[in-house]
């Protein structure tokens, strides 16, 4: 065998591994994945599989890696494009590409980023520079950025054009594969154009979910681990590190529930019940559609950018029982179609543009479920100013610059 053609088998087997590496920390995560796993779903023994990485955390590196550099990569072609809007198409083409070949069994899927912050330094450092420059480049979609206020508003452009792009693997498989190109095509009219009427404005009532009642034991509990866990991920944050963080021994700890599985369920719950609060209590006030889902939606960032919040992650979900995790999702599929049922009666009112629903619901989960991660950059200002900046970006497009102004 020659020098090249033992290059490309040596790589042809590293590439199978890390694709079968990223399957499992799709289903797993990083911590729960096994080099006896991987071994099997390629059909090698796990010393094969030590040959090409020495540790478990080598090969979750190089899975985690492998995403950022292809997330690189079409971000470097979409930046080809003239324009910011036929920048963000290009990249959204790119993504739902590489998803349909996923469908299709043409192309493995890559690692989802949630378990990232988990990992150890120096690899930890390493892949978070890398993201950062993930971030930078999807900023740099939008165009230039003259004063503050454009870096402030691209920034969360870019953050909900990830998440939106992350999120699409949670519900696209609702859908056939011939059906992609019209979800694509739907999803990047919500991007350009938002939801908003010709005559629909920003002027959301913030909704009181509490009624003043303090909250109890219980509720601080799940708060505090909520947040922990959408620091450090499902395995990052450790039975020792929640109970430390709460002040609580572990053993106060399982006194209280039965295990980490059940309180990251428990953490869920009270955040599906948060949002579904806040859908009913916009619901109640009455008013236009438009209204009730701008009060629902700003309640809720809100909500996440506060020292009251946060809500629990959908990052979380890859560390749950299967069986555990589907129910979670169908719970927020509910809470999506309660979404799109708003958006459907305020097209119907015309406050709000005839879009796909559905597809218009997705955005508005991406867009509150990863508001968390933005809560520094909302510190740099008022809060309303930072609801209404990120609201924006789903509300009134990605495009629009009136947002600066308001």
């Given amino acids: 065998m020659s020098v090249a053609e033992g290059t490309k088998r040596f790589q042809a087997k590293r590439d199978a591994i890390l694709a079968a590496a990223a399957e499992a920390i799709n289903e797993q995560s990083a911590k729960g994945m096994t080099f006896a796993d991987v071994a099997r779903r390629v059909g090698l023994n796990t010393t094969s599989v030590t040959y090409y990485f020495k540790r478990k955390e080598d090969l979750a590196a190089a899975a985690f890696d492998h995403t950022i550099q292809t997330l690189l990569a079409s971000l470097d ?53 890398g993201w950062r420059d993930v971030f930078r480049r999807t900023r740099s979609l939008f165009g230039p950025m003259p004063t503050r206020a454009h870096t402030d508003l691209n920034g969360a452009r870019a953050h909900v054009l990830l998440e939106n792009t992350f999120w699409l693997t949670a519900w696209i498989d609702r859908y056939e594969p011939d059906q992609y190109p019209r979800v694509e095509a739907r999803l990047m009219d919500v991007f350009a154009n938002g939801l908003a009427g010709p005559r629909a404005g920003w002027a959301p009532d913030l909704l009181d979910l509490t009624h003043g009642a303090p909250r109890s034991s219980r509720e601080n ?38 295990a980490k599985d059940d309180l990251v369920t428990q953490c869920y719950v009270r955040s599906f019940a948060t949002i579904t609060e806040a859908q009913r209590e916009a619901d109640a006030m009455g008013g236009s559609h438009w209204h009730r889902l701008s009060s629902a939606l700003a309640t809720l960032l809100d909500i996440q950018f506060s020292e009251a919040g946060p809500l629990l992650r959908t ?46 619901s ?9 508001a968390f991660d933005m809560r520094k950059w909302a510190g740099t200002m008022g809060r309303e100013r930072a609801v209404a900046l990120y609201a924006s970006t789903v509300m009134f497009g990605m495009f629009d610059d009136r947002a600066i102004e308001g």
Wanted: charged share 25%.
């Fill in 315 to 360: 990052t979380a979900l890859s560390g749950l029982p299967v069986g555990v995790r589907q129910v979670m999702i169908d719970r927020s599929n509910r809470i999506a179609r309660r979404f799109a049922g708003t958006i459907s009666d305020s097209i119907a009112e015309g406050s709000c543009r005839a879009v796909d629903p559905l597809v218009a």
């Fill in 221 to 258: 509990f799940l708060l505090a681990a909520t947040r922990l866990i959408n620091e450090l991920g499902y395995r990052g944050a450790s039975v020792q590190r929640i109970a430390s963080e709460l002040n609580v021994t572990k053993g106060s700890f399982y006194h209280h529930l039965d």
């Fill in 362 to 370: 997705q955005a508005l989960m991406a867009l509150q479920n990863a």
């Fill in 77 to 129: 072609d979409a930046l080809e494009q003239a324009t910011p809007q036929d920048r963000v198409a290009r990249f959204l083409s790119i993504t739902m590409a590489r998803l349909s070949r996923v469908a299709s069994g043409e192309e493995k899927p890559v690692a989802v980023l949630s378990d990232l912050r988990a990992m150890d330094d120096p690899m930890k450092g390493e892949l978070l520079a």
